[in-house]
């Protein structure tokens, strides 16, 4: 059977490839350690399930509205407005199952054929894929290592065309950690109103933030950014729920009013369990998410002195999110391999760690590290890549 030619142009997940081969190794009985994952390493708090469990006993296991429950709303708008001053109607939030789903629905209902979505580089692997899927045309802008990874004004301005809808913003982001101040996003931000071009800012690591660095959604900068801002969010990075599948956006109510119409088509609503774990997640004690958060920002700061310490390793360090994305292009030349795909997959199966290259993220020279494991793990792993580049200088 010929599949659908939309399908047929996707790019598989590099992410996904890479821990199914480190899954392979580990059944073959290899003591691989994965820093490959993309989720917090800790069970989601106690609290949580406990009121997912309570959901369940009472009786609450039916549909949903498609946009998801008002209490759960009503925790999504709280949550705005404490962390942000930013106020949301119920009709400007829809919750989705996950934040992938938020972004996939947007740009289902945002983008015609040729339409064009600005997306700085390195990226996160599924805004591409999103973007074509909903017929759109990714446009990359390149965020220079030099520049922290960060895009410029002058650079967006450039990459601007009569055809361009929208620009992607995540920050703190994936797979770079790097978050944008409030000047830099303000500066964006003029040149996306004056062009008229709707912001994605995809906010999901907003929690995960460390040392003085602080969250800023560009949205909360001026009435007329939040207009122009939808914000995606969710409770799978903050609140360790990255099963769960509970995500939402926020923004005009016309914009969500579409992803409405077809989430009630396509998936009815978000699992009504979860929903209610979410609503818990938001209205109860939020010291777990701090617990999290410090674990997270104890290993950062071990593991990326160990690995700045490797020959050939450079690293920009991040200020949230939980990934090292090294440039590793030296190491790889002075280990004798031609590009650093090569290079990570001897890393794999020579050194029993796996990594996922940054040619999925669109910069080739780096290697995404994810530092959501053991602390005893990490250091095992970082130790087994520095003998790995030493032995084969
Ligand atoms: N956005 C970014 C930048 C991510 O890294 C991820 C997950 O890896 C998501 C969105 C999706 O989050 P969710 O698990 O809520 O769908």
Known sequence: MELAKRVLSLTPSSTLAITAKAKELKEQGKD??????????????????????????????????????????????????????????????????????????????LLN?????????????????????????????????????????????????????????????????????AEELLELGKICLEENILIVSDEIYEKLVYGNAKHVSIAQLSPELKEQTIIINGVSKSHSMTGWRIGYAAGNSQIIKAMTNLASHSTSNPTTTAQYAAIAAYNGPQEPVETMRQAFEERLEIVYKKLTAIPGFTCVKPQGAFYLYPNVKQAAINTGFENVDDFAKALLVEANVAVIPGSGFGTPDNIRLSYATSLEQLEKAISRIHQFVESKM
């Open 32 to 109: 691989v350690i994965g820093l490959g994952a993309g989720e917090p390493d800790f069970n989601t708090p106690q609290h949580i399930l406990d009121a997912a469990f309570q959901s369940m006993n009472e009786g609450h296991t039916k549909y949903t509205p498609s946009a998801g429950l008002p209490t759960l709303k009503q925790a999504i708008s709280k949550k705005f407005e404490m962390d942000q001053g930013l106020i949301y109607e119920p009709n400007e939030i829809i919750v989705t199952n996950g934040a992938k789903h938020a972004l996939y629905t947007l740009f289902q209902v």
């Open 113 to 181: 054929d040729g339409d064009e979505v600005i997306i700085p580089t390195p990226y996160w692997v599924s805004y591409p894929e999103q973007v074509k899927l909903a017929g759109g045309v990714p446009v990359y802008i390149e965020g220079l290592e030099e520049n922290q990874f960060k895009i410029t004004p002058e650079q967006l301005k450039k990459a601007i065309t009569n055809k361009t809808k929208a620009v992607i913003i995540n920050s703190p982001s994936n797979p770079t950690g790097v978050i944008y101040t």
